[in-house]
């Protein structure tokens, strides 16, 4: 494969970028809906999607110090949205699970996120969706193997 020109990577990069910016921000004003901070929905959203988690795997995750995830975690268990639980296979091991709240506002706020964006595709034809989410797909794949 040839190599792109620079100036129509440097166009895609401010795209991306002025959009990851608005859909950042977009999320906030949705999230002011909801008693949580946006660190603790990146964190419920690790734990909706992955499952249960010890602090350190949800750390790792958040690109955070356990020690300020544990004070994340102590938060949302304070607010009935994550618990502690013992790793059945070892005692030892804590693990946070998400609980019915929490999972109740992270579908919401997906949901909410997703209109938004089907909002924004209005004007797009079927193919033109379709093409850019192909599109997209592969630009992730081929960054997470890179």
Known sequence: MTSKPLEHVADIEKSLRHIAAIIKQKGRE???QYAI???QFVGLQWLYELG?????ELSGKMY???STTTDLIDRMQKNELVERVKD?????VVRIHLLPE???IIQEVITKRQEYLRDMFE???DEEIAIFEKSLMKLQHEMKRK
């Open 102 to 104: 929490g999972e109740r």
């Open 30 to 32: 949705i999230l002011n």
């Open 64 to 66: 955070l110090a356990c």
């Open 123 to 125: 004007s797009f034809t």
């Open 88 to 92: 059945p296979a070892d005692r030892r």
């Open 37 to 39: 901070t946006p660190p």
């Open 52 to 56: 249960d988690m010890t602090i350190g």
